[in-house]
């Protein structure tokens, strides 16, 4: 069985200021990463994902998010929270493609970015 | 390029009615996922269509949850009897196709209150 962890509830940060929301997973194999954000009313909007290479994947709106193998981890980051960047945020995993694997979410992260 | 259109955005039955969702996915995509979101929760995947197929239906309740995507394309959601527990909002999404699927493309979602 494959699963997300967001321990968090709800991250705070002043605007300008660095933010990162943690996102763990546990899945058999080598994981397909990926975040996803919603505003309010509205459906999931990709923001990245990590499939193989480069560690640090770079995705819209200026986030980012660091593959960690050893310690399962994909943690989302951005330099310099906006005020605009306040909504849910989404990590879920899911097995390689070429196996009917399906997409598991985690329960979501609300991030406030306060002036 | 349309996004994911679903309908309608709100609807608010009783217990035991029945209820249909719509969704048209963007052109060309062969996969169509539906998710219940509850508050709180991530989203869950119900139903899973590569075309007209059904890929992966494991977490359906068959005995009040039908789906189908007759042509391929637009695809129905039906709940008939409905619980106050299906109070969520119902999320569509779509995919190129299975074997690569790494994003999905989600529409507004349809919030179903059930009182």
């Known amino acids: 069985a494959q699963s997300v962890a967001q321990p968090e509830d709800q991250v705070n940060v002043a605007e300008g200021n660095p933010l990162t929301v943690k996102c763990t997973y546990s899945v058999s194999g080598n994981p397909y990463l990926f975040w996803y954000v919603q505003y309010p009313n509205r459906g999931l909007q990709f923001l990245l994902k990590?499939?193989?290479?480069?560690?640090l994947v770079k995705g819209s709106y200026g986030f980012e998010a660091e593959f960690n193998k050893s310690q399962t981890s994909f943690h989302l980051k951005k330099p310099s929270a906006l005020v605009s960047d306040s909504a849910l945020y989404f990590c879920?995993?899911?097995?390689?493609?070429?196996?009917?694997?399906?997409?598991?979410f985690g329960t979501g992260t609300r991030l406030q970015v306060t002036l | 390029e349309a996004g994911v259109a679903q309908s309608p955005r709100y609807k608010i039955i009783e217990k035991r009615q029945s209820v249909a969702f719509w969704c048209n996915p963007i052109s060309g995509h062969a996969t169509l996922y539906w998710y219940q979101q509850i508050l709180g929760q991530g989203p869950k995947l119900l139903i899973q269509f590569q075309n007209n197929g059904v890929v992966d239906d494991s977490q359906l309740p068959k005995d009040r949850f039908s789906a189908e995507r007759l042509k391929g394309v637009d695809s129905t959601l039906k709940i008939q009897p409905a619980k106050l527990e299906d109070s969520a909002v119902y999320l569509c999404?779509?995919?190129?196709?299975?074997?690569?699927?790494?994003?999905?493309?989600f529409g507004p979602g349809t919030r179903l209150t059930v009182t």
């Open positions: 990590y499939i193989t290479g480069d560690n």
């Open positions: 879920a995993v899911r097995r390689p493609a070429g196996t009917a694997s399906k997409l598991t």
């Open positions: 999404a779509s995919s190129p196709w299975t074997e690569r699927s790494y994003e999905q493309y």
